[in-house]
């Protein structure tokens, strides 16, 4: 059973930075993505990014956190991390990883199609 955590959370002021790392237990032999979504209390989760590998890997940031947030990977250990930069209150959500199996490229960005997902890290932007 895949398992998924995260770490890096933290208190932030405006304009700070933080790197959110995801370790992963297992390493999937089939097609998969991993990626990050966040959520405040009340909203539904929203994506932030992913990786996916399938023969090579591409990765995409959504489009609100474009030019802040970066996703990238270590593979040998096995991890994949969130570089997020000038850090705004309205980033303020805890940050999930999740990992789904055979992802076509629209399904990429939608919750419900991932099958592991870790407890979340709280990231709290305040000065």
């Known amino acids: 059973q895949q398992q998924l955590v995260e770490s890096g959370g933290g208190l932030v002021p405006p304009g700070g930075s933080l790197r959110l790392s995801c370790e992963a237990s297992?390493?999937?032999?089939?097609?998969?993505?991993r990626a990050w979504f966040r959520q405040v209390p009340g909203k539904e989760r929203e994506f932030v990014a992913v990786t996916r590998w399938a023969g090579g890997t591409s990765s995409f940031v959504a489009d609100s956190v474009k030019g802040r947030f970066t996703m990238s990977r270590d593979s040998a250990k096995n991890t994949v991390y969130l570089q997020i930069n000038r850090l705004k209150p309205e980033d303020t959500a805890v940050y999930y990883c999740a990992e789904g199996r055979r992802l076509i490229t629209s399904r990429l960005r939608k919750p419900s199609r991932y099958s592991y997902w870790g407890p979340g890290t709280q990231v709290t932007v305040s000065s």
């Open positions: 297992e390493r999937p032999s089939d097609t998969y993505a």
